[in-house]
């Protein structure tokens, strides 16, 4: 996904795909990081965070926060984003979206997108003054936030805004009650959802004729 992000945004413009923070496939594109890591001690030094994912994982295992170079494993196939350090919070917590996609056809591109979803919490207050190692404050991931012993858990369907997991419709009432324009959030949605599709669509495209299956 990375690498098709940055193709798009070298043919078509970065400003046109700019919700992606910087980000570096390791350890083919180490070169380039350190340099940008070393421009940024200079000029930033409070912002020269970065989030390190490992390649093949799931469920948040594995990724960790650095903010000094040594302290990245440069051999192992991963993928490394400048950290995002001012986040929207909800309730002073990071929050993610679920949100559930299917592409019926790609001849012509055909996409449904379903309004109903989940908000997943970390589960400790954000703060700029962060600790690196504190996972249940940076990651959203419920199969490490659960773990926490300030973890709340949602148990009805009615108080689906209670907890550190809430409805996508309950998350939605709550941006709408603080002033958020949620018609302009969902044109925002959409557009990175057609982007994001349209990043691999070359590939599925070459997959389905070669196999001979259905548009």
């Known amino acids: 996904m990375c690498f098709n992000y940055v193709k798009m945004q070298e043919k078509f413009g970065r400003e046109h795909f700019d919700f992606v923070p ?9 070169g380039d990081l350190l340099n940008h890591y070393h421009k940024l001690k200079q000029s930033d030094p409070r912002r020269n965070v970065w989030i390190v994912k490992p390649s093949n994982s799931s469920r948040g295992r594995g990724i960790h926060i650095i903010d000094d170079i040594n302290d990245l494993n440069v051999d192992e196939l991963s993928i490394i984003s400048r950290y995002v ?16 996609v299917v592409v019926t056809c790609y001849e012509p591109l055909r996409i449904y997108v379903y309004k109903e979803g ?16 504190n996972k249940y404050m940076h990651l959203t991931n419920y199969s490490i936030n ?26 939605c009432k709550h941006l709408e009650t ?5 018609s302009l959030l969902w044109s925002r949605i959409f557009d ?12 599925v495209l070459q997959a389905m004729k070669k196999n001979q299956m259905h548009r």
């Open 146 to 171: 659960k773990k926490n012993e300030h973890f709340v858990q949602n148990e009805s369907a009615e108080n689906d805004d209670f907890g550190f997991k809430w409805s996508l419709s309950a998350f």
């Open 85 to 100: 350090t001012n986040p929207l919070l909800i309730n002073g917590y990071k929050f993610d979206l679920r949100i559930y």
């Open 22 to 30: 910087d980000t570096y496939i390791l350890p083919n594109e180490y």
């Open 118 to 133: 989940l908000a997943r919490f970390a589960s400790e207050t954000y703060t700029a003054k962060f600790n690196k190692n």
């Open 178 to 182: 603080v002033g958020i324009n949620m």
């Open 192 to 203: 990175v959802l057609i982007k994001t599709l349209a990043c691999g669509e070359h590939y």
